[in-house]
Nanobody, 115 residues
Framework: QVHLVESGGGLVQAGGSLRLSCAASGNIFKPNVMGWYGQAPGKQRELVAAITSGGSTNYADSVEGRFTISRDNAKNTIFLQMNNLKPVDAAIYYC?????????WGQGTQVTVSS
């Protein structure tokens, strides 16, 4: 059983910053990919950023240069540093982990950006 617990969401003004964290517990195999997906009201869940256990990263075009994903493999934790936030970034952000053909999701953390 794998559990993903997110933290760090909240309300921020446009131009501000937030840092999300996701701690994974349980039997986590390597190699794996962990990442963040965002889901705005009425829209599909979309990839924001992902990072492999080897450190390779992938970003949505809309966040490239503003968001940075990182991980601490020793603690099975990933982070998402979000800078210069825009109202369009507002969403529920879900942590995701994939390995061994299995997918796991966190419960989500709300990010609200006021204009």
């Amino acid at each position: 059983q794998v559990h993903l617990v997110e933290s760090g969401g909240g309300l921020v003004q446009a131009g501000g910053s937030l840092r999300l964290s996701c701690a994974a517990s349980g039997n986590i195999f390597k190699p794996n990919v962990m990442g963040w997906y965002g889901q705005a009201p009425g829209k599909q869940r979309e990839l924001v950023a992902a990072i492999t256990s080897g450190g390779s990263t992938n970003y949505a075009d809309s966040v490239e240069g503003r968001f940075t994903i990182s991980r601490d493999n020793a603690k099975n934790t990933i982070f998402l540093q979000m800078n210069n936030l825009k109202p369009v970034d507002a969403a529920i952000y879900y942590c995701h982990a994939q390995f061994g053909g299995m997918n796991f999701w966190g419960q989500g953390t709300q990010v609200t950006v006021s204009s």
